[in-house]
């Protein structure tokens, strides 16, 4: 299989690269969708967009390279060839969500209100990003035989896939990618509840994402590592204690006060 989508000679465009876009374009859709449901400003939504992903992508790549260090110490200019994959959610979601409270304050502009809108987008996101793993043979499980994916009832085309160097691999990207899908739909639903607070979109995300990401985590075979723990499983688990506080932090007050389809108050200036 191929990890070339498309060769110019001058430029080799990547599959990776292809569906990192695609969950970008597909998250900004949902975002912008969203923002517009709630008369939220679309330039200021647009701007926090196009600057949370480059500070995403680079959090990203540098998570990643601090978890492979005595590597990329040795190859350093690979550190910029992020086509060949190597970009950690986690530290997206971090770097990502610092610029957001930068941002945020800067407009004085409530964050978790931004962030219950940013979640429906970003799941979507991840679930079509996981697609780039697929092509680069990368985010795999454990060794099993054809006759296991195939009584899971894979298409040929992902057993082919999990195919890497004579050996079949369980195919997590793809465990991840459905959660996320299924977390992208209950998320939908959640929204719909008349009385859902302010932070709690956002407090379910986390606390979703975070559930399936230690399971399936547990099921690699390349998880980054901090000594003998998983870092990613470490880290789920403070997400997902996080997401539940906030979640019930949220729920506090009457029914009726700081509710999510409540629109905004605070004035934005560019």
Known sequence: MSR????????????????????????????????????????????????????GLVGARLYYCAFNLDYYLKYPLEILEIWNGGLAIH?????????????????KVRLTKITDIAVMGLILGQAVGR??????????????????????????????????????????????????????????????????????????????????????????SDSLMLGPLRIAQVVSILMFAIGLLLFLFAKKGSKFENLYKEEMKEEIKF
């Open 131 to 220: 697609w780039g793993n697929f092509f680069n043979q990368e985010a795999f499980g454990q060794e099993v035989t054809r006759a296991t994916l195939e009584n899971l009832g894979m298409p040929e085309f992902i057993i082919r896939g999990m195919n890497i160097n004579g050996t079949y691999y369980q195919p997590t990207f793809l465990y991840e990618s459905v959660w996320n899908i299924f977390g992208f739909l209950a998320l939908m639903i959640v929204k719909r509840y008349k009385y859902l607070k302010t932070g709690q979109l956002t407090g379910f995300y986390m606390m979703w994402y975070s559930v399936g990401r230690f399971f399936i985590e547990g099921l690699r």
């Open 91 to 107: 530290g997206g979601i971090f770097t990502g969500l610092l610029f957001m409270v930068f941002y945020t304050l800067k407009y």
């Open 4 to 55: 070339i989508a498309l060769d110019l000679g001058f430029i080799q465009i990547y599959w990776y690269s292809i569906f990192i876009f695609l969950g970008v374009l597909f998250a900004s859709a949902v975002i912008l969708r969203e923002c517009k449901k709630q008369k939220i400003d679309e330039d200021f939504m647009i701007n926090l967009i196009f600057y949370t992903v480059i500070f």
